[in-house]
């Protein structure tokens, strides 16, 4: 069957639905939370109602399996549904009232009253490894809809068709439950996203992708006459650091399970390891043999199949690397190339001596072992790493690991101890950021439900009449929602 062939949105085009996302704004952003509690529940439904039409399109387009597409899919429709309850709870607005006080230390106070408000139009740019949870109707989508902010999503070109029927899903469903006109769209190109970037009617910008492709975003962000907040979810090598403790009690169930947790999804995941710290002296026996028994695999397109390839190819290459495992590519029964695994080792100190080669993050199923001779060399790799989302310690309850995981919270968005990166949780309490090249805001989780405080902006109201507050700073509290009240938390009656 012939697929239809899909257009660069024109200029006019996005002219057009950046005027209608403008013109969406207010009414969107003025709708109390339960409203769009509705409207992302609505939402869901329908995407969930779609999911045998959606999931042959991904599968054709990603090469990814059809159980591994259903399972994000669900993941895709419960984070909209965990957004609803978090509009719900209303706790996220952060309403806080300072009533007037005329003896009030500093001077007689007026009457203040802060909350926050959506900062309007977003642009969102989505991933090519999830093609649901991190794209069109993923995490910035789903924290910037909730925020209240009409959304414009940039569809990946290694899923462009996906991107046009989940967008058309998700707007008519917002339609329906009563969002107006222009709450979301989708539009397509490379020139498109440059455009959408600059377009004078978005207010912030939701991306995660490549380095080289968030910087250069990041960059026509800032420069524009009025800079916009991007949040950019980047690069991360998610750095493995293993004791010598850990290692006598349990090296060959660590090893296996590091093969597991670098080669899952081909390597594709953005929280996947790619640095592997163990003690000199280690047998790496049992690592060898369980990624030499990987099989091969395919990985998302040519484009991400190209960056790997030379990826590897400068890796191996390396003086200082020996080649424990080499990767190979071959056709499958489809036709397409999959591709094995790819190990390699180095010391401490060739790592050190080495970074921006050594510590480079190769998409795909390939990853660094480094042997440390001493806990000293072993904490100066984690001074030397940048910015990650993750960073594991296998360790033992009672050797002195605290320096090292305090060195780590520094660098790194997540911190886990005796687990694995890959498998980012959608719950409260996550955090999928960090220092740059990780994000390019520090100050901010991509998942997790606060999330949504990227796109919302504190408004304080000082002697404001009741009847022109919003609804959540006024006296009667209508939203029913907790507030700060003169430095006191007030729940409200259940």
Same mark, same amino acid.
């Given at each position: 069957?012939?697929?239809?062939?899909?257009?660069?949105?024109?200029?006019?085009?996005?002219?057009?639905?950046?005027?209608?996302?403008?013109?969406?704004?207010?009414?969107?952003?003025?709708?109390?939370?339960?409203?769009?509690?509705?409207?992302?529940?609505?939402?869901?439904?329908?995407?969930?109602?779609?999911?045998?039409?959606?999931?042959?399109?991904?599968?054709?387009?990603?090469?990814?399996?059809?159980?591994?597409?259903?399972?994000?899919?669900?993941?895709?429709?419960?984070?909209?549904?965990?957004?609803? !309850?978090?509009?719900?709870?209303?706790?996220?607005?952060?309403?806080?009232?300072?009533?007037?006080?005329?003896?009030?230390?500093?001077?007689?106070?007026?009457?203040?009253?802060?909350?926050?408000?959506?900062?309007?139009?977003? /642009?969102?740019? !989505?991933?090519?490894?999830?093609?649901?949870?991190?794209?069109?109707?993923?995490?910035?989508?789903?924290?910037?809809?909730?925020?209240?902010?009409?959304?414009?999503?940039?569809?990946?070109?290694?899923?462009?068709?996906?991107?046009?029927?989940?967008?058309?899903?998700?707007?008519?469903?917002?339609?329906?439950?009563?969002?107006?006109? !222009?709450?979301?769209?989708?539009?397509?190109?490379?020139?498109? !996203?440059?455009?959408?970037?600059?377009?004078?009617?978005?207010?912030?910008?939701?991306?995660?992708?490549?380095?080289?492709?968030?910087?250069?975003?990041?960059?026509?962000?800032?420069?524009?006459?009025?800079?916009?907040?991007?949040?950019?979810?980047?690069?991360?090598?998610?750095?493995?650091?293993?004791?010598?403790?850990?290692?006598?009690?349990?090296?060959?169930?660590?090893?296996?399970?590091?093969? /597991?947790?670098?080669?899952?999804?081909?390597?594709?995941?953005?929280?996947?390891?790619?640095?592997?710290?163990?003690?000199?002296?280690?047998?790496?026996?049992?690592?060898?043999?369980?990624?030499?028994?990987?099989?091969?695999?395919?990985?998302?397109?040519?484009?991400?199949?190209?960056?790997?390839?030379?990826?590897?190819?400068?890796?191996?290459?390396?003086?200082?690397?020996?080649?424990?495992?080499?990767?190979?590519?071959?056709?499958?029964?489809?036709?397409?190339?999959?591709?094995?695994?790819?190990?390699?080792?180095?010391?401490?100190?060739?790592?050190?001596?080495?970074?921006?080669?050594?510590?480079?993050? #190769?998409?795909?199923?390939?990853?660094?072992?480094?042997?440390?001779?001493?806990?000293?060399?072993?904490?100066?790799?984690?001074?030397?790493?940048?910015?990650?989302?993750?960073?594991?310690?296998?360790?033992?309850?009672?050797?002195?690991?605290?320096?090292?995981?305090?060195?780590?919270?520094?660098?790194?968005?997540?911190?886990?101890?005796?687990?694995?990166?890959?498998?980012?949780?959608?719950?409260?309490?996550?955090?999928?950021?960090?220092?740059?090249?990780?994000?390019?805001?520090?100050?901010?989780?991509?998942?997790?439900?606060?999330?949504?405080? #990227?796109?919302?902006?504190?408004?304080?109201?000082?002697?404001?009449?009741?009847?022109?507050?919003?609804?959540?700073?006024?006296?009667?509290?209508?939203?029913?929602?907790?507030?700060?009240?003169?430095?006191?938390?007030?729940?409200?009656?259940?």
């Amino acid at each position: 069957m012939t697929q239809p062939t899909l257009q660069d949105t024109s200029e006019t085009e996005l002219d057009r639905t950046m005027d209608a996302a403008a013109g969406a704004a207010a009414e969107f952003g003025a709708l109390r939370p339960r409203e769009r509690a509705t409207m992302l529940r609505a939402a869901a439904d329908a995407l969930d109602a779609a999911a045998d039409e959606l999931v042959p399109v991904a599968q054709r387009e990603s090469r990814l399996p059809e159980p591994r597409l259903r399972g994000e899919l669900a993941r895709t429709t419960f984070q909209l549904r965990l957004f609803a !309850g978090t509009l719900e709870d209303g706790g996220y607005l952060e309403a806080t009232i300072d009533t007037a006080d005329p003896d009030w230390p500093m001077g007689a106070r007026p009457d203040v009253r802060r909350i926050l408000q959506p900062l309007g139009p977003v /642009g969102v740019f !989505g991933a090519s490894n999830f093609p649901f949870a991190f794209s069109v109707a993923g995490g910035d989508s789903a924290s910037a809809l909730a925020a209240g902010c009409p959304v414009v999503v940039k569809g990946h070109p290694g899923h462009p068709e996906l991107s046009v029927r989940t967008g058309e899903v998700v707007s008519r469903a917002l339609r329906a439950a009563g969002a107006p006109e !222009g709450t979301f769209a989708v539009v397509l190109g490379d020139e498109t !996203g440059r455009r959408l970037v600059l377009h004078p009617q978005v207010r912030a910008v939701g991306f995660t992708g490549s380095i080289a492709g968030g910087r250069a975003l990041h960059d026509l962000a800032m420069g524009r006459p009025d800079p916009i907040p991007f949040y950019g979810e980047l690069g991360s090598i998610n750095p493995v650091f293993v004791t010598r403790g850990a290692v006598d009690a349990r090296g060959e169930e660590i090893l296996s399970g590091y093969a /597991g947790s670098f080669t899952l999804g081909v390597g594709q995941f953005c929280t996947k390891p790619g640095v592997l710290l163990l003690p000199e002296g280690t047998s790496l026996d049992a690592l060898v043999e369980a990624v030499r028994q990987r099989p091969a695999a395919a990985m998302l397109n040519e484009r991400v199949e190209s960056g790997f390839s030379s990826g590897v190819d400068s890796l191996v290459s390396h003086p200082e690397v020996e080649v424990l495992v080499r990767g190979e590519a071959s056709a499958n029964g489809d036709g397409e190339q999959a591709w094995t695994p790819t190990l390699v080792r180095t010391s401490a100190r060739a790592l050190l001596e080495n970074t921006s080669e050594l510590l480079e993050e #190769r998409f795909g199923p390939a990853s660094v072992v480094v042997t440390y001779s001493t806990e000293e060399e072993r904490d100066q790799v984690a001074a030397a790493l940048p910015g990650q989302l993750t960073a594991t310690v296998h360790a033992e309850n009672d050797e002195p690991v605290g320096p090292l995981v305090t060195q780590l919270a520094e660098r790194a968005g997540r911190v886990l101890w005796n687990g694995w990166p890959t498998g980012v949780s959608v719950t409260h309490a996550m955090h999928h950021g960090g220092p740059y090249p990780a994000s390019t805001s520090v100050l901010h989780t991509s998942v997790g439900t606060t999330a949504i405080r #990227r796109f919302l902006r504190p408004v304080s109201y000082q002697d404001i009449p009741q009847h022109l507050l919003p609804d959540a700073l006024r006296d009667d509290n209508p939203l029913g929602i907790p507030r700060r009240v003169n430095g006191e938390l007030e729940l409200p009656a259940k």
